[in-house]
C-alpha cells in the first residue's frame, strides 16, 4: 500500500479565498483523522471519521472549517473563507480501530498571505 | 482534559550515546501511549504503541517504558545514530468513548557524528 496520500503537499492563498485539502487512507482503515501542527500549539485533532461518518468534530477551531468523507477512499477538509492564522501543516492519517496505531500522511503546508 | 509534555524540548547528543525522552502526562487513565518520529517536512512514523496494562515494549534499539500511575513514559534509545536525529512525539489515547490522541509537543533529538 502506498500509505496516506494528501494533496497539495503545498499551498499558498490569500486571505479571504477557499482552500480544500485532500486526503486518501490507506484502504482497509474504517478511521480517518484531520490534525493541524503549529510551532505554539503542537499537533491537534480536529476532526475523526468513522465509516465515513464524523464522529467527534469539537477539534474544528471554527464554522470557516468543515470536513467530509463521501467514500472510504477519499476526506476534504474545506477552509472558507482562509485567514492568516490558519497557517500551519494539516495531516490526514488513518487506523484500523480507534485505538490502533495510526499511519500519519506527508501533510500539507498551508500558508495564507 | 489530558495534558501531554515532553522535557527537554531539545537535545544534542554525540553519536553512540545512550538517551532517554520523558513524557509525563495529568490523567493516568489512558488506553494506551504512543511513541512517534517526525523527520523534518514530513509526517510521523509511529514507533512503538504500549498499552495500559504492559510497562514497555522493545523495537531493535528503541525501548519504551509506562509507568501509568505515575503518569510517565520514557523512550531510552540505545546506541545513538545521526540517523536517530528527528523529532519524537509522545501521544496519550484516553479511554472512554472517543479514544482521543494528545500529543506532546516533541523533543527535538539531535545525533552529531
Known amino acids: 500500500d502506498a500509505g496516506v496520500i494528501q494533496s497539495p503537499r503545498h499551498e499558498v492563498t490569500e486571505m479571504g479565498q477557499e482552500v480544500t485539502l485532500r486526503c486518501k487512507p490507506i484502504s482497509g482503515h474504517d478511521y480517518l483523522f484531520w490534525y493541524r501542527q503549529t510551532m505554539m500549539r503542537g499537533l491537534e485533532l480536529l476532526i475523526y471519521f468513522n465509516n465515513n461518518v464524523p464522529i467527534d468534530d469539537s477539534g474544528m477551531p471554527e464554522d470557516r472549517f468543515s470536513a467530509k468523507m463521501p467514500n472510504a477512499s477519499f476526506s476534504t477538509l474545506k477552509i472558507q473563507p482562509s485567514e492568516p492564522r490558519d497557517s500551519a501543516v494539516y495531516f490526514c492519517a488513518s487506523s484500523l480501530g480507534s485505538a490502533d496505531t495510526q499511519y500519519f500522511g506527508p501533510g500539507t503546508r498551508l500558508t495564507v498571505l | 482534559k489530558q495534558e501531554v509534555t515532553q522535557i527537554p524540548a531539545a537535545l544534542s547528543v554525540p553519536e553512540g550515546e545512550n538517551l532517554v525522552l520523558n513524557c509525563s502526562f495529568t490523567?493516568?487513565?489512558?488506553?494506551?501511549l504512543q511513541w512517534f518520529r517526525q523527520d523534518p517536512g514530513k509526517g510521523l512514523t509511529s514507533l512503538l504503541l504500549?498499552?495500559?496494562?504492559?510497562r514497555e515494549q522493545t523495537s531493535g534499539r528503541l525501548n519504551a517504558s509506562l509507568d501509568k500511575s505515575s503518569g510517565r513514559s520514557t523512550l531510552y534509545i540505545a546506541a545513538s545514530q545521526p540517523g536517530d536525529s528527528a523529532t519524537y512525539l509522545c501521544?496519550?489515547?484516553?479511554?472512554?468513548?472517543?479514544?482521543?490522541?494528545?500529543f506532546g509537543k516533541g523533543t527535538l533529538l539531535t545525533v552529531n557524528p
Open positions: 501521544a496519550v489515547r484516553s479511554g472512554g468513548s472517543n479514544y482521543k490522541l494528545t
Open positions: 490523567d493516568s487513565a489512558i488506553y494506551n
Open positions: 504500549i498499552q495500559s496494562s504492559q
